[in-house]
C-alpha cells in the first residue's frame, strides 16, 4: 500500500473544522519526551486553582522578531541549520516544521517583510516556505469554520486564491531545497483542495520515497482518510499498520484507529464514547492534540476541571497553540481568574492578533462580567472590530454584541464623555451622532446645557443636520431646561467645541 494513495478521498472543503477537531496544530508539534503517563478519563486531576501558568519566551515570536527587525542573517541561519541537522539525521523533520510554524499567523503586519525577504534573497529556500506557511494559515482564515452550505463561494474562492500562492511558494522552496520535507504539509493540502494531481503529487511521493518514516507527512495525510472526509476506517488501519511495520520507531501511530473513531462519536454526538477513545489513544501516545480534543468534549459537557486538566497538559507540551491559550484563558476568566485570563489571551493575540475566536471569546467575557472597567469594554470593542477580517459566521451577532458593548461602555459615569469624544471624532457619522444625542438627552442635566448648544451648533455648521433638525434640537434642549427647573442653573457661557 502506498503511503499516499487515498483514492476515495473526496474533496475537504471544510477541512478547518477537521483540523480544530484533531488538534492538528497542537499534535503537529510533538510531544515531549518528558510528558507524563496519559491519565484515564477517571483519574484525571480535578483541580481546583488558583492557577498561573509559566510562559515562556515565545520561540515563535522571537523568529518573527528576526525577520520584523530585518535580521536576515541571523533568520536564514537559524532555518538553514534546523534544516542541515534533519539532513544529517540528527533531529526529526517536526522541529524544522516547527520553527517555519512561526510564520503561520494572520498578522497582516508580516506580509511586506515575507515579500521583502522574498524579493532579496531569490536563493534561500527558507523565504518562500516561510511564506508558503503564511499564506496556508491565511487560506484557513479566508475559508471559516462553518459547513460548507453556511459558506459564501466568495470564501471558498479567497481559500484557494491564498493556497495557490502558497503552492507556489512550496514549489519554489523544494525546488532550491530537495530535502525539504517541511514544504510536504502544504503541498498535501494543495492536492486534497485544489485537485492538484499532477506535479504536486509527483513531488510528495518522491519526498514519501526519500523518509519513508517521517510523521511529518504522515500525520498531515491521516485525516483525509477519515469517514467524513470520504475515506474510511478500513483505509486507517490499512495505512497506520503499513507505517507501524516500516517504521518500528513509530508505533503511535496506530493511536489514530482510536482517534479516528472518536471523531465518528463526535459525529454522532456521543461525547463520552469519544471521551474513551481519546483515552485509550493517549495510552498509545500521549499527544498534546490527543489532549487538547478530549478537553473540547469535556468542555462540550460542562466538565469545567477535566478540559482545564487536559488543557494544562496539552499547554506544557505546546505552549503556543492558540486554541489552548484561547481555552484556558476563558476556563479561567469565569473562575475569577482574570488577570491570568487576560495575560493568556494576551500571549495568544500575540501569536496570531486576528483570531477570530480568540478575539470574540475575550470579547464576550469582557462585556458581560461584572464590575468592569471602561478599559474593558472599549477593549471588547476593539476585538469585535478586528474579529470582522476574518470571522465567516453570522455578521449580525458580531453587531449585536458590540452594539452591547457600547451601551454598556456609555452606561458607565464618563459615558456622556466616550460619545462625545466618538461624535467628535467623526462628526458626519450618523451612527455616532444618535448615540451621542439620545444619551444627552436621556441623561440631562442642567450642568450640560452648553454641550447640548455646542452639539446644535456643531451639527448644523458641518451641514448634517438640516434646518428641521436644529429647530427639533433646539425644542428639545428647551423642554429639558423647563423640565430639569433649570433656570439660573444652566450654564450661559459661550459653547466650546470639542474638537
Known amino acids: 500500500m502506498s503511503f499516499f494513495d487515498p483514492k476515495n478521498v473526496l474533496t475537504a472543503l471544510f477541512a478547518l473544522v477537521a483540523v480544530a477537531w484533531a488538534g492538528y496544530a497542537v499534535f503537529i508539534h510533538g510531544a515531549s519526551n518528558e510528558a507524563a503517563k496519559a491519565p484515564t478519563a477517571k483519574t484525571a486531576a480535578k483541580p481546583a486553582g488558583p492557577f498561573r501558568f509559566a510562559l515562556k519566551p515565545s520561540r515563535s515570536l522571537k523568529i518573527r522578531k528576526l525577520l520584523m527587525d530585518g535580521r536576515i542573517d541571523e533568520l536564514e541561519a537559524l532555518l538553514t541549520g534546523l534544516q542541515k541537522r534533519f539532513e544529517a539525521d540528527e533531529i ?18 508580516l506580509k511586506n517583510p515575507l515579500d521583502v525577504w522574498n524579493r532579496t534573497r531569490p536563493n534561500s529556500f527558507a523565504a518562500p516556505l516561510a511564506r508558503a506557511r503564511y499564506f496556508r494559515t491565511l487560506a484557513w482564515k479566508a475559508r471559516g469554520v462553518a459547513i460548507a452550505a453556511a459558506t459564501p463561494k466568495e470564501r471558498f474562492e479567497a481559500m484557494r ?16 531545497r530537495p530535502r525539504l520535507t517541511a514544504a510536504a504539509p502544504t503541498m498535501i493540502q494543495v492536492v486534497y483542495h485544489l485537485r492538484d494531481e499532477g506535479v504536486i503529487r509527483e513531488r ?47 508505533k503511535e501511530v496506530l493511536s489514530y484507529r482510536e482517534i479516528a473513531r472518536a471523531y465518528i462519536d463526535i459525529d454522532r454526538n456521543d461525547r463520552r464514547s469519544a471521551i474513551r477513545r481519546f483515552t485509550a489513544a493517549l495510552r498509545q501516545n500521549p499527544w498534546p492534540g490527543y489532549y487538547y480534543s478530549r478537553a473540547m468534549q469535556y468542555a462540550a459537557l460542562k466538565e469545567r476541571n477535566e478540559a482545564l486538566s487536559d488543557f494544562a497538559r496539552a499547554f506544557a507540551l505546546n505552549p503556543e497553540h492558540t486554541g489552548v491559550l484561547n481555552e484556558i484563558a476563558s476556563i479561567l476568566f469565569t ?71 457600547h451601551q454598556r461602555r456609555v452606561s458607565l459615569k464618563d459615558g456622556i464623555a466616550v460619545l462625545r469624544r466618538d461624535y467628535y471624532a467623526n462628526p458626519r457619522n450618523e451612527a455616532a451622532f444618535v448615540y451621542y444625542e439620545t444619551h ?8 450640560r446645557a452648553d454641550e ?48
Open 204 to 250: 510528495i511521493t518522491h519526498l514519501q520515497k526519500q523518509y519513508p518514516c517521517s510523521m511529518l507527512m504522515h500525520w498531515q495525510v491521516l485525516p483525509y482518510l477519515q469517514p467524513r472526509w470520504g475515506g474510511s476506517l478500513k483505509q486507517i488501519d490499512e495505512y497506520t499498520a503499513t507505517v507501524a511495520r516500516r517504521c518500528p520507531k513509530h
Open 440 to 447: 444627552l438627552t436621556a441623561r440631562f442635566r442642567c450642568s
Open 452 to 499: 447640548f448648544r455646542a452639539l446644535i451648533k456643531h451639527c448644523a455648521k458641518h451641514g448634517h443636520c438640516n434646518g428641521t433638525k436644529v429647530y427639533m434640537l433646539t425644542v428639545t434642549l428647551e423642554r429639558l431646561l423647563k423640565r430639569k427647573h433649570c433656570g439660573s442653573k444652566a450654564s450661559t457661557a459661550k459653547p466650546q467645541e470639542i474638537q
Open 161 to 176: 486564491t491564498y493556497l495557490r500562492r502558497a503552492r507556489a511558494d512550496a514549489v519554489r522552496a523544494l525546488d532550491l
Open 335 to 405: 473562575r475569577g481568574q482574570k488577570e491570568e485570563a487576560m495575560r493568556l489571551w494576551q500571549r495568544a493575540l500575540a501569536l496570531d492578533p486576528y483570531d477570530p475566536d480568540t478575539l470574540i471569546d475575550r470579547a464576550i467575557h469582557l462585556i458581560y462580567a461584572d464590575n468592569n472597567p471602561a478599559a474593558w469594554y472599549e477593549m471588547a470593542i476593539a476585538d469585535l472590530d478586528k474579529a470582522k477580517r476574518y470571522f465567516a459566521g453570522d455578521m449580525q451577532k458580531l453587531y449585536n454584541l458590540r452594539s452591547t458593548a
Open 92 to 109: 526529526d523533520d517536526r522541529e524544522v516544521d516547527r520553527a517555519f510554524g512561526a510564520f503561520a499567523t494572520s498578522d497582516p503586519a
